[in-house]
């Protein structure tokens, strides 16, 4: 086969761990697939993020990335095209959105859905609020047709599956379920192996819950301050809680004074976007992952915790469930009791901590680069064959 692949959907001058998938996804695919060849798109800015050597992969210049948005559209809609007859591409891969005009099939890895399951996401006046609501109307057009046109749409669970068929109007024939992979860095990690230096770095106490995730408001940092206050008031367990991740919609503030109002303040440690270096040494020195997240298409941080022996808890919503598997406690995220004596019992249970690190490594065995190389290339072989 002869396999477009798709990079441009990603900021280079911002570069999020889309681009990490995308670079460990393609050489994964290369060397599952060691008789397709792959024309990479690329532009001159975000091409060193995804360069190797591999004799069956080959750079395709296309201009620009999403650093230019419109232009980048435009490259995808009508450059696009017009590579697929040049290179004689059997199929194009994409992330959420390719050219509604292709000229040959195509797969979709369809891995945002928010737009559907969380649009007030995109309406927070704080952030833009017009171009959030572009940004919303352009999605729901750009992305549903994208699915609704692939030949075949991949989605990286089965909750996410639900929605591109119920919310999206894609028929269930049309798609497919791969699971994603994480860094495998993160399996290095053994339980408490991190660094003490990185709790005085940042003036944590010896032992903290992590919760790592963007804050945006379907993620759900209020409710997780909600419960971490409850935990210390009924528990009164010796715990920091460290959360990482950027304040895209600037909400932080009014998450500190949330802090300050439930008196955990002093526990409470915004850090920021970490490096990927620091993100593992509080992996490993944590004393468990919480992810509260109302809605999630997958959810990496879940298979990193399980790479790395942290327990989890987890809300009961969307895919976390599936992801999870038994490998972590899980909680509605609306329900503050509920989810702070999940977080006391595999504070405090020894016995369950041992369990749902066990249950982790195992669970964690089915999110592979080789099983998500594999599933892709059989999509594109499904892809072609329809035609």
């Keep these: ?60 210049n296309c201009f620009v990335s999403n650093e230019c948005i419109p232009l980048r559209i435009a490259v995808q809609q009508f450059y696009y095209p017009i590579l697929a007859r040049r290179l004689r591409l059997d199929v194009l891969f994409g992330l959420n959105q390719l050219p509604l005009l292709c ?73 497919e379920v791969v699971y994603e992979a994480v860094d495998t860095a993160f399996g290095d990690r053994q339980p408490g192996s991190g660094s003490s230096e990185i709790t005085a770095q940042f003036g944590l106490r010896p032992a903290f819950i992590l919760y790592v995730s963007t804050l945006w408001h379907y993620k759900n940092p209020d409710g997780a301050l909600r419960a971490f206050a409850r935990l210390i008031d009924r528990y009164k367990d010796d715990l920091d809680l460290a959360m990482v991740g950027s304040d895209d919609y600037g909400i932080q503030s009014d998450l500190e004074r949330l802090a300050n109002n439930l008196n955990i303040g002093d526990r409470v440690h915004f850090l920021g976007k970490v490096p990927k270096p620091v993100l593992l040494q509080l992996f490993g020195k944590a004393r468990m992952l ?23 808890v987890a809300a009961r ?38 369990e749902l690190i066990e249950k982790g490594h195992i669970r964690a065995r089915e999110f592979s680069w080789e099983k998500s190389a594999s599933g892709t290339l059989e999509c594109c072989r499904k892809a072609v064959h329809r035609v």
Excluded: W
């Design 103 to 175: 000229g040959c099939p195509t797969v979709v890895k369809t891995c945002t859905v928010h737009h559907r399951v969380a649009p007030e996401n995109f309406l927070d006046s704080r952030d833009g609020g017009n171009f959030n609501r572009l940004r919303l109307a352009y999605r729901r057009f750009m992305f549903d047709l994208s699915a609704r046109r692939a030949t075949v749409v991949m989605a990286n669970s089965k909750a996410t599956e639900e929605v591109i068929r119920t919310s999206m109007g894609v028929a269930a024939r049309n798609i």
């Design 317 to 354: 919503a969307s895919c976390l469930p599936e992801i999870v598997a038994g490998a972590g406690l899980l909680a509605a995220p609306d329900n503050t009791e509920e989810m702070a004596e999940a977080l006391h019992r595999v504070h405090t249970d020894a016995g369950l901590r041992a």
């Design 1 to 60: 086969m002869r396999i477009g692949y798709d990079t441009l959907i990603e900021n280079p001058l911002k570069p999020s761990s889309a681009i990490d998938f995308l670079r460990r996804h393609l050489v994964a695919l290369s060397m599952a697939g060691p008789n397709c060849q792959f024309y990479v798109f690329v532009s001159p800015k975000n091409r060193d993020f995804f360069y190797f050597e591999a004799p069956n992969v080959n750079f395709v």
């Design 290 to 312: 919480f992810y509260p997240s109302r809605a999630e298409t997958f959810g990496k941080p879940l298979v990193e915790a399980m790479l790395a022996s942290l327990p989890i």
